[in-house]
C-alpha cells in the first residue's frame, strides 16, 4: 500500500493532525470503559463509586472475584454455556458445511431453487409464537437440545460458506478428481474442506459467539435452573439485582450481603464472562476481514 | 422420459442430496412449519386442538390490536427507535471507515481496528450491564462526569428523554467498527492506479475522499441500506427488552417488546401472532418499496 512519499503540503498537515485527532478520540471512547470495567473490578468500591478511580486501580481488592468464584449459579451457567456452545458450533458446522459444499456445485439442478427457500426464510418468517408452539410441539422446550437443533443452520453463514467453496474450489479439481473415481463425499472430506481452514475458523467463530451470547432463547424456552445459561445468570445479577447469598443457590437473599460491593461484583462478572471471548479474540481478528469479505462478494 | 432423466441425475447425485438432506430438513421444521403456523393470528387458539385447530376468526384480532388503545404509542416507538437508529447509526459505520482507510501506518491501523471490533463481541446483556453500572447517576463514572460538566442527576436509563439516544449510542459503540468492515473491503478494492493519478491532478486528500473513496462504496451502501429499511420494524428486541425499566416504558414499548409479554408471558397465542404478522408485512412493504425506488433511482437492488 505504500505510495508514493507525499511532499506535505499544509493542506496535508492540517490533514494529518485531524486524522490523529479524530483517531484519538475515537479510541478512547471504545477501549476507556473497557479498561475502566477492568479496574473497576480490583478497585475498593467506594472509591469507585465516589469517582475516584480513573486511570489506575485503587485500593486493590478482589473481594468480587471471590464472591463470584464461590457462586454455584456461575459454575452452573458457565458448564451449561460450554456446552451448548461446543455442541452447539459443532453441529453447525456439520450441518452448514456440507450443505455450502452441495450449493456450490453447478451440476446440482436443484440448487436455484434450494437456494431461493433458504434465502427466503432471511425476509420472512412465521414469528414468535407459531416456533414457540412448534417447540412445544416438538417437546423441545426445557431440554438442552433448543440450544442446539433449531438453530443449526444459519443462512447468512451458509452463503458465506457457499460463495467461498465456488471461488475457491476450481472446477478442474473436482473433475481431476472424479477421473480418479473420487466421489462427492470423499472429495469434500479429503480435498474441499483441508483448502477451507480460513473459512472453517470464520463460520466456526461466527456461530460460536453466537451460542456464547444468546439469552433469548433461554429466556424463552428455558425453564428450569439447572439448564439456563451464563447469560441469564449474568441478566439476575447484572440487571435484576439478585445479589449474591453468600454461594447459596438461588439468590435473592440480600441479609448479611454488603450493598457496597454490589458494584464490584458486577463489574467482576462482566470480565468472568467475557474473558473466554477476549482470550478467543487475537487469535481469531486476522480471519474477520476474510470473512466478511467472502460474504460481501455478490451472491 | 423427463421423469426417468431426472430420477437418473437424484440417482447419480445422491450424495450430494444427502449432504444437504440436515440443513435442508432443519429449514424446512423449523422455519417453514412456523410460516403455515401463521394461521394462528386469524384463529381462535385453542391449547386442545394445536397451531390450526381453533376457530376461524379472520381479522379479528389484527383489528384488535389497531383498536386497542397501546397502537398508536406502539408504532410511534418502533418507528422512533428504528429511525434513529438508522439515520445516526448508518452513516456512522461508513464515517468510520473512510477515517481508518487513511492511516497509512500499518501497526496503527491494526491496533485501532483491533479496539473498534472488540465491543461487537460482548454480549447484549453484559453490555446492558455495563449501561447501568457506567450511567448510574449515583455511582456510575458517566454520572459522575455529568455532574462535572454541570448536567447534574440525570438517571440517562430511566428517563423518556435520553432513553433513545442513549440507545442509539450505545448502539454505535458496540457495533459500528463491526459494520465499518464490509466498507473497509470495499475500499481496499479500489484501483491504487487511481489514487496515483488524482494526485498527479493535484488532489489532496480530502479529495480523494470526496471524489474516489465516496464513490467506491456507493454500491455497498446501497444494499446495505435497503437491508436495514427492511429491518425498520424490527429493531434489536433484546437490548430494548433488556433496558426497559418502569420509568422509560412509554418510550421504550415497541411491537417486538409488546409481542413477547402477550405471546409468551400471557398466554394470547393468536393475538400476538397477528400483531406479529402485522410487523412482518409492514418489513416488507418498506423492503420492496426501498428496493423498487433504489432499482430506479441507481440501478442497485436486491431482487
Known amino acids: 500500500m505504500e505510495r508514493i512519499r507525499p511532499c506535505l503540503g499544509g493542506g496535508e498537515i492540517l490533514f494529518r493532525i485531524v486524522l490523529v485527532i479524530v483517531c484519538a478520540v475515537i479510541f478512547l471512547t471504545v477501549a476507556y470503559p473497557l479498561y475502566f470495567i477492568i479496574i473497576a473490578s480490583v478497585s475498593d468500591s467506594t472509591l469507585v463509586s465516589t469517582g475516584k478511580v480513573l486511570l489506575f486501580p485503587k485500593g486493590t481488592s478482589f473481594f468480587g472475584y471471590g464472591e463470584i468464584f464461590k457462586d454455584e449459579r456461575i459454575w452452573t451457567g458457565y458448564r451449561n454455556t460450554l456446552f451448548y456452545t461446543s455442541v452447539g458450533t459443532l453441529v453447525n458446522l456439520l450441518f452448514t458445511l456440507p450443505a455450502a459444499y452441495v450449493l456450490s456445485r453447478k451440476e446440482f439442478k436443484a440448487r436455484k431453487y434450494i437456494m431461493f427457500a433458504f434465502v427466503f426464510t432471511m425476509f420472512f418468517n412465521g414469528g414468535l409464537i407459531p416456533t414457540y408452539l412448534l417447540m412445544k410441539d416438538l417437546h423441545l422446550t426445557n431440554t438442552p437440545w433448543v440450544f442446539i437443533v433449531p438453530f443449526s443452520v444459519n443462512v447468512f453463514y451458509l452463503i458465506i460458506a457457499r460463495t467461498f467453496f465456488e471461488s475457491t474450489l476450481p472446477s478442474e479439481l473436482y473433475e481431476a478428481a472424479a477421473m480418479d473415481g473420487c466421489s462427492h463425499f470423499v472429495y469434500f472430506v479429503k480435498v474441499a474442506l483441508p483448502l477451507s481452514k480460513a473459512l472453517i475458523s470464520v463460520i466456526g467463530l461466527y456461530y460460536l459467539v453466537g451460542h456464547w451470547n444468546d439469552f433469548f432463547t433461554a429466556l424463552i424456552y428455558i425453564r428450569d435452573n439447572e439448564l439456563k445459561p451464563l447469560q441469564i445468570i449474568l441478566r439476575d445479577i447484572l440487571l435484576s439485582n439478585q445479589v449474591f447469598a453468600s454461594g447459596a443457590g438461588t439468590g435473592g437473599d440480600s441479609g448479611g450481603y454488603a450493598q457496597k460491593y454490589a458494584d464490584q461484583i458486577k463489574y467482576g462478572v462482566i470480565i468472568v464472562s467475557t474473558l473466554p471471548i477476549l482470550v478467543l479474540y487475537p487469535f481469531l481478528q486476522k480471519y474477520f476481514e476474510k470473512g466478511v469479505m467472502i460474504g460481501s462478494i455478490k451472491g | ?303
Not at chain 2, 137 to 149: C, D, N, Q, R, S
Open chain 2, 1 to 303: 422420459m423427463r421423469t426417468a432423466a431426472k430420477l437418473g441425475t437424484v440417482k447419480r447425485d445422491y450424495q450430494l442430496w444427502l449432504m444437504i438432506l440436515p440443513a435442508l430438513a432443519t429449514i424446512f421444521i423449523f422455519n417453514y412449519i412456523p410460516m403455515y403456523g401463521v394461521q394462528l393470528a386469524f384463529r381462535d387458539y385453542d391449547f386442545s386442538k394445536g397451531l390450526t385447530g381453533g376457530e376461524w376468526k379472520g381479522l379479528f384480532y389484527f383489528q384488535q390490536f389497531i383498536e386497542s388503545y397501546l397502537f398508536s404509542d406502539l408504532m410511534r416507538n418502533t418507528f422512533l427507535i428504528s429511525l434513529a437508529t438508522i439515520i445516526i447509526g448508518f452513516p456512522a459505520p461508513i464515517i468510520l471507515a473512510l477515517v481508518l482507510n487513511q492511516i497509512r501506518r500499518k501497526a496503527f491501523k491494526n491496533m485501532m481496528q483491533t479496539t473498534v471490533y472488540l465491543p461487537h463481541f460482548i454480549s447484549v446483556i453484559v453490555l446492558v450491564g455495563m449501561l447501568n453500572v457506567l450511567l448510574s447517576p449515583e455511582t456510575g463514572i458517566v454520572g459522575h462526569l455529568m455532574k462535572a460538566i454541570g448536567l447534574g442527576h440525570i438517571n440517562l436509563l430511566a428517563s423518556s428523554n435520553t432513553f433513545i439516544p442513549t440507545y442509539v449510542i450505545s448502539d454505535i459503540w458496540q457495533h459500528c467498527g463491526w459494520n465499518s468492515i464490509i466498507y473497509l473491503a470495499a475500499l481496499s478494492s479500489v484501483d491504487p492506479q487511481l489514487y496515483d493519478s488524482s494526485k498527479i491532478d493535484g488532489a489532496n486528500r480530502w479529495q480523494t475522499i470526496r471524489y474516489i473513496d465516496f464513490p467506491a462504496l456507493m454500491p455497498t451502501i446501497v444494499i446495505l441500506f435497503i437491508l436495514s429499511m427492511g429491518g425498520i420494524l424490527s429493531t434489536g428486541f433484546e437490548k430494548i427488552f433488556l433496558m426497559q425499566n418502569a420509568l422509560n416504558l412509554p418510550v421504550s414499548e415497541v411491537i417486538a417488546t409488546y409481542v413477547y409479554k402477550m405471546g409468551i408471558v400471557s398466554n394470547q397465542f393468536s393475538y400476538a401472532s397477528a400483531i406479529g404478522l402485522f410487523n412482518t408485512l409492514i418489513n416488507f412493504i418498506f423492503l420492496y418499496t426501498m428496493n423498487a425506488i433504489s432499482r430506479r433511482v441507481s440501478d442497485t437492488s436486491l431482487f
